[in-house]
């Protein structure tokens, strides 16, 4: 695999459809913890959705429950065609509990589980574990260190509502192709391309636009446009004008592309999938910058053609 590819893969936030099927739950009976019943969830066999099984817990208190539910978390019933959500290299050390917060720590290995099926392991964690009376929350660490995401950001705490938004809707995430704009090989044009994206439905389009700019492009001969250490610090969008706060890293020059190129694949790139017509860029929230000493940012960017490689 190339590392552009490789890159990309390792950047995704997320690759795969979060599904909990409607009929799935109906079909189990009612979790009551008061009564001792809880689901716990599971993977199924491909790997792209989970499956909860009812189950009846012997335990009492906080701790001992969590400790019996990790045990059948990690141990798929044999009548279950499923697996579990944690791969078989990644070992459960234990559990503190603080508060209404759960920590849950793992060896090192949990961060080497594919980035899909990471995002659907902390879904089911923290599914099975809000379940508990008196614990709201969780916290995964890998050895003892927070979990961190694919970008770089803490995960921190999680709620059962992060995945699931209601009852009716228990599709969390959606998949999403998008065309977005490189650079090419020379630094001097754009190029395009295509990607599917698995993302919360909860984050919009414009915010995963850019952040899949950052990620950086997967295909041969394309370069990046933006640092990959560069944070958003706010994007809003107002009468289709979507304005963009980066902090200092966006005015790296580390990246051997035109000065304007970096400026125009965020512009390009949004008003291809979005009803985008112009983006005003910030940094540091002022827009008073000359960025690269040559294109002032106290103005807003159109569209533009100029700066896209024909097709061969």
Known sequence: MSKPAMRRLLLLVGAVVLMLSGCQEKDQPKPNPAEGRYLIYYMNAAATK??????????????????????????????????????????YQSGRLEDQVLYLYFDVNYTSMKPEREILCRAALTRTMTQIEGIDYINIYCGDQPLIDRQGNLVGILSSSDFIMNTSNVNAYEKTELTLYFANAAGDKLVSEKREVVHNINTSMEQLIVEQLIAGPGEEGHSPTLPSDCKILSLSVTDNVCYINFDSAFLSTSLAVNEYIPIYSIVDSLSERTAITRVQIMVNGSKDVMFRDVVSLNTTFERSQEYIEEAR
């Open 50 to 91: 989970l499956v909860p099984r009812a189950y009846e817990a012997q335990a009492e208190g906080q701790e001992a429950l969590v400790e019996e539910l990790m045990e059948q978390f990690v141990n798929v019933p044999k009548d279950l065609d499923a697996q579990s959500a944690l791969t078989d290299k990644v070992a």
